[in-house]
């Protein structure tokens, strides 16, 4: 039992969010010692359980009855961090996952334990993905034939699982969308607060499986999935000595403000002073990436294709620069290849520092990789843009490509694109527009013209600079043309 005198806010360094009441009632009961209230913090509303766990000081939170989801559980976690000095946050096909069992948050292929989505002793049951539920507020009137064969356990010991959980506001109550989310994610489980934690809040996510996350889903596993995952939280913390919590910087420090501004530069990128502006494109660009206030804010991939010529590079160049004010930081990368593209990540990497290493020491090639990855992940920077250029090779196309490579091996992090944008050839209006610009001048019958050009950019700026230099007619133009 940790004595009175000791027990002011300081003594509590491990944090427990959970979800439900239920959730709460379980970590509770997991508790050595439970002790008095403190009183709250300035600002801070929650309402907060104390103990402690082994050598553990235990701060207990719950969400707001009827408001779980991520914008609440970001609000509980920053009350908690700011009014203690947490170490430890915990949040109460391929595999075999039933109800009861315990999942572990775990860095898992490109993800980092959390994917931010936007959508036991009974015999369990799992229904067909494709089977909904039928009437009730239980299984019984669900037919059997259409639940799922599978192989009887030869343990009833609860099953500990590691991998990636799939957090959003929005329950997922279908197989079908459930099958699809972690086949394209490589989940293994579905919450709904997580993902509202890990910026302000790094934390361990344990979640007892309650539901199959499909229209079967009811209450009726969710005192023992609470059980299982507070045990494990509680053995967790018995097994971690209190010497080496003690070594570990507050969440409240970690997470502390961090002036993540660059300086905009488009050094080294081939910018063009007679850029037209695609005004449909540019705007699917501007609303996709509105900037939000939030700390939890998505990160988002869009790309931009076409064949050579069409203006990609201008058109993000020129996005890039209207819109630097609204990011803390823009690079532009050239990844035209392996080289290329860690050449300019190691180029970015010298123009930034984190919380944990702001030295000016040289580093190589490979440490400035590394040091920008570390940047791109700091918690808290989530407003950068980062332009990646000149991809021009299909690593996963079928024709073996030496040169393709897939840039999740650099940078792991990023998401797959959930949005794109195919450019491809001006109309007569904007291809007009780009050859007067380019010649400066209004060009006469240049309706003769423009059909020769095709719409590519790249040509009609050239047939514009070349009107503009040499002042010849259109006519004359033409002859020159058909005859080169």
Not at 332 to 360: E, F, I, Y
Request: some cysteine; charged content about 20%; proline content about 5%.
């Amino acid at each position: 039992m940790v004595p009175d005198a000791v027990r002011g806010r300081e003594a509590y360094t491990v944090g427990i969010v959970c979800a439900l009441a239920i959730e709460k009632a379980a970590a509770i009961a997991m508790l050595d010692d439970k002790h008095e209230r403190l009183p709250p913090a300035p600002g801070d509303e929650s309402d907060y359980t104390f103990g402690t766990i082994g050598a553990h000081g235990v701060v207990i939170a719950c969400l707001p009855a009827g408001m779980t989801g991520t914008v609440s559980a970001a609000l509980v976690a920053r009350d908690m961090t700011h009014s203690f000095p947490i170490r430890i946050g915990l949040m109460s096909e391929e595999v075999d996952v039933r109800l009861g069992d315990v999942v572990v948050s775990q860095p898992n292929g490109q993800h980092g334990g959390v994917v931010q989505w936007d959508f036991g002793d009974d015999n369990d049951e799992l229904f067909e993905a494709s089977y909904d539920h039928e009437g009730g507020s239980t299984c019984m009137q669900c037919a059997r034939s259409r639940t799922v064969q599978r192989a009887a356990r030869r343990s009833r010991r609860t099953h500990l699982h590691y991998g990636n959980i799939a957090s959003g506001n929005v329950v997922i109550k279908d197989g079908r969308t459930r099958d699809q989310i972690a086949q394209q994610e490589g989940v293994i489980c579905f919450e709904m607060e997580a993902a509202g934690l890990m910026d302000s809040f790094p934390c361990l996510v344990i979640r007892g499986i309650c539901d199959y996350a499909d229209s079967h889903k009811n209450k009726r596993w969710q005192p023992y999935a609470a059980a299982t995952a507070a045990a494990y939280a509680r053995e967790l913390l018995l097994w971690m000595p209190a010497t080496e919590v003690a070594k570990i910087r507050p969440v409240r420090e970690a997470t502390a403000p961090h002036d993540f501004s660059v300086p905009f530069s488009l050094q080294g990128v081939p910018t063009t002073e007679y850029f037209v502006p695609r005004k449909v494109e540019m705007q699917h660009l501007t609303e996709f990436f509105a900037i939000t206030s939030t700390r939890t804010a998505q990160q988002r991939v869009f790309v931009v294709h076409g064949t050579g010529g069409m203006g990609k590079t201008q058109l993000y160049a020129k996005f890039a620069e209207t819109n630097a004010e609204r990011f803390s930081a823009v690079f532009w990368l050239d990844g035209s290849s392996k080289d290329a593209l860690q050449r300019s990540m190691a180029s970015a990497g010298s123009r930034v520092s984190t919380p944990t290493n702001a030295s000016s020491v040289p580093m190589d090639v490979a440490q400035s990789v590394d040091h920008f990855r570390q940047w791109l992940s700091s918690p808290g920077n989530t407003n950068w843009l980062l332009v990646i250029d000149n991809v021009d090779r299909d690593w996963q196309g079928k024709t073996k490509d030496d040169q393709a490579y897939d840039y999740h091996e650099f940078l792991p992090r990023l998401q797959r694109p959930k949005a794109s944008l195919h450019l491809d050839t001006a109309d007569d209006e904007l291809a007009k527009e780009m050859v007067e610009t380019r010649a400066n001048e209004a060009v006469t019958n240049i309706d003769q013209l423009l059909p020769k050009l095709g719409g590519l950019p790249l040509v009609l700026a050239q047939a514009g600079a070349y009107l503009g230099t040499t002042g010849m007619s259109i006519t004359d133009y033409l002859e020159h043309y058909n005859t080169t």
